[in-house]
């Protein structure tokens, strides 16, 4: 990959009581890219460019994992880090032009130059919104890593069309939630992993699942009947998952990347917010924690996770409160600043909104003007399927569809290993 230019970084501003002066014709003007964003034609030509480009791009992922990759692994992972990419900034599009997300960030000025980008890292996050995966995805993009970004995830998501076909492709962690079965995936996928020849993010949500009222109550009672610390803003994190990865990590990964996303409290933004053009602020921190800091017996791992999420939910209820994770969670400040976007999610989406677009409203109109019953029947039958495509996305980020994993009481093999845990806790 290309040497990076340093970072343009532009520090967040404080507020103002001036109000901007806007033109009459500049009112008018927002009103119809507002418009323009919310209507369901728009929404239409978005769907069929993600989800068109989407299969061309998991064919061609397909072509080269069976024609390139069993004679070089490493020219298959340099080409599928550019296909990737093109399909992943269509996301980073949909959150940085046509919702115009502010991403206000809290990262040390000095490691992001070193570090961001540079070396493989293994991100922690919380798990509380529908869109956190994508703030971190807007952020990736900012320090060039997002077509090497890797995840742990469920082991049915492989099998979606465009997004996961695309994950399976670029060696993703799918798990099945059977431990026996996931220790050895963990192990396996690793070990290919660290041997890339770029950087990569390999991204854990260690609560296991997104936070919902429901599932912290579950939490609270299992942490209460194991002694372990109860969190106010996010679940017990699982665990095992951190554990077993870390032993495979060592002498691979540079650092450990907390990574923790809050919106006001109030704030609950969705894909369907970002889909109509609704602007959101997040606020991102991350700091980087050198892999040799951790320890890596899988007692004292433990441990280490379960403080590592006391900090976390600190940083929360100090933002909850007062705005700032800082002013009242015990972390060393950093100001928050912006990094700027960059154009090439703007491009390739409009280039692929082109290449796809064009033919398809051409045959689609030729369907719908045929005369034919049949011809205008099948039209329709397109559209539909591209509006049920796109309704089906959004609904598998929707917490309200999320999984019912930690609903109940933890895994038994997870009880039993956090007994041990509980001993330093106490």
């Not at 209460?224 to 803003?233: A, D, N």
Request: with cysteine.
């Amino acid at each position: 990959m290309a040497e990076q230019p340093k970072y343009d970084v532009k520090t967040f501003p404080k507020c103002s009581t001036e109000l901007p002066i806007c033109t009459l014709g500049e009112v008018r003007m927002a009103g119809v890219v507002s418009y323009v964003k919310r209507s369901s034609v728009s929404h239409l030509l978005l769907a069929i460019t993600f989800f068109v480009s989407g299969l061309i791009i998991n064919l061609t992922q397909a072509l080269l994992y069976c024609g390139l990759r069993p004679f070089s692994k490493y020219l298959y992972r340099k080409i599928n880090y550019y296909v990737c990419y093109s399909l992943y900034c269509q996301l980073v599009f949909m959150a940085e032009w046509w919702a115009s997300t502010d991403l206000i960030i809290y990262i040390d000025r000095e490691d992001l130059e070193r570090y961001y980008g540079k070396e493989h890292g293994f991100l922690v996050m919380n798990h509380r919104y529908e869109v956190d995966w994508l703030m971190g995805w807007v952020l990736c993009d900012r320090v060039n890593i997002l077509g090497n970004c890797k995840t742990f995830a469920k082991k049915s998501i492989q099998y979606v069309p465009t997004m996961g076909w695309a994950w399976m492709f670029a060696e993703s962690i799918f798990l099945e939630r059977n431990w026996e079965k996931d220790k050895q995936t963990i192990g396996r996928q690793i070990k290919e992993l660290v041997d890339h020849p770029d950087p990569i993010w390999l991204l854990l949500m260690a609560e296991g699942t997104r936070f919902t009222t429901e599932k912290h109550e579950a939490s609270k009672n299992f942490a209460k009947e194991k002694g372990l610390p109860i969190l106010k803003h996010h679940l017990t994190p699982r665990t095992k998952g951190f554990t077993t990865s870390l032993p495979y990590l060592h002498g691979k990964f540079g650092a450990i990347y907390d990574v923790q996303l809050s919106f006001k409290k109030d704030e609950k933004p969705t894909m369907t917010d970002l889909l109509l053009g609704k602007s959101v602020q997040a606020h991102l921190y991350i700091s980087r924690i050198p892999l040799d800091q951790v320890p890596v017996e899988e007692e004292a791992c433990a441990q280490w996770l379960y403080e590592l999420y006391q900090k976390k939910d600190r940083m929360s209820d100090s933002f909850f409160h007062t705005g700032d994770f800082f002013a009242e969670s015990g972390v060393k400040r950093i100001e928050g600043y912006h990094l700027p976007r960059r154009y090439y999610s703007l491009i390739n989406t409009v280039t692929w909104g082109f290449m796809v677009v064009v033919p398809m409203v051409y045959y689609l109109l030729r369907l719908l003007t045929s005369g034919s019953t049949i011809y205008f029947s099948v039209g329709i039958g397109i559209i539909g399927i591209f509006f049920l495509l796109l309704s089906k996305m959004i609904g598998m980020t929707k917490i309200s569809k999320a999984s019912s994993y930690g609903k109940t009481a933890t895994t038994p093999t997870e009880m039993k290993d956090s007994s041990s845990a509980t001993k330093k806790t106490e």
